[in-house]
């Protein structure tokens, strides 16, 4: 369904090799009760060919908007940026090949529209995770910034939703996340627009599979060090930010008995938090 509104809503989708997650992926929005969608597709080029044979029908009938990028647009997300910033107009969905929605995701979305009208950000409850999205659950507005956000707990892309013009003014960089990209997109949208959360369960997804070695650990913070040096410009929470980020890594290396990781971890915390306080009097954010 292709149209050019301000109340459409673009659904992006992603394509790794894997026709039958893309099929669920197409059942799962065709369900939706509201139809004012165009699906966009995104295709790593090594697959292009592979998909083109696969899906040509939906392409010849302009049921889809195709975009063929180089790589992983979830590992590689200045590639999703690249195509966010394509959409001219409207509202921008994602689906992630492993969630999926509750038939009403898409009209909980659009009645937040109307009844939050100005907000740029948005996301939904995921009825396959907890309730914890937040570090304080019980708040007195519905609105998320920097401040409170809970970086262990897990926000799919799938339950975000954001205004065309946030995907023009938003930079996401080309650097390898691994499971983090969420969080990454997450901040960055952050940068400006708060998070306004929709109190309704609307979809259901699943985290990545985690494996707490040095590696993800170093990912985590190598997020977090890109966002306050590029993202915020408030001293006192660059400083809060990087704690939260470096303490609840330790604590979880330390849970899971690598101690001699926590123990470089945190040594590394110290030395990183040394030099940004020093960078901050000197007049710059040094975090790398």
Request: contains cysteine; aromatic residues 12%.
């Amino acid at each position: 369904m292709i149209g050019n509104s301000e109340n459409m809503f673009h659904v992006i989708l992603l394509y790794q090799g894997n026709q039958s997650l893309l099929r669920k992926n197409e059942q799962v929005i065709n369900r939706q009760y509201l139809k004012k969608y165009v699906i966009h597709v995104v295709v790593d080029n090594q697959y292009s060919v592979q998909f083109k044979s696969e899906f040509g029908e939906n392409i010849a009938a302009e049921k889809w908007v195709v975009h063929c990028v180089n790589g992983n647009a979830l590992e590689g997300i200045s590639l999703l940026a690249d195509v966010i910033k394509k959409i001219p107009d409207g509202w921008i969905c994602f689906l992630k090949p492993t969630d999926e929605w509750m038939p009403y995701h898409l009209t909980a979305m659009n009645d937040a529209t109307q009844q939050c009208f100005g907000e740029k950000f948005f996301y939904t409850q995921n009825a396959g995770g907890s309730l914890k999205c937040i570090k304080q659950p019980i708040l007195t507005e519905n609105r998320i910034d920097f401040s409170n956000v809970d970086f262990k707990e897990y926000v799919s892309l799938s339950q975000m939703m954001i205004h065309h013009s946030v995907a023009q003014t938003v930079l996401l960089p080309g650097l390898w996340f691994e499971s983090h990209s969420d969080l990454m997109v997450k901040l960055a949208f952050m940068k400006t627009f708060s998070l306004q959360r929709i109190n309704r369960f609307t979809c259901v997804c699943k985290p990545p599979k985690k494996i707490y070695n040095r590696n993800y650990f170093d990912q985590l913070i190598l997020t977090m060090s890109y966002a306050v040096r590029n993202l915020i410009m408030d001293n006192p929470l660059r400083v809060q930010l990087m704690s939260k980020a470096y303490r609840s890594s330790v604590w979880m290396l330390m849970r899971r008995m690598k101690i001699v990781y926590s123990f470089i971890l945190m040594s590394e915390m110290m030395c990183c938090m040394s030099g940004l306080r020093k960078g901050m009097k000197g007049g710059m954010a040094n975090v790398d």
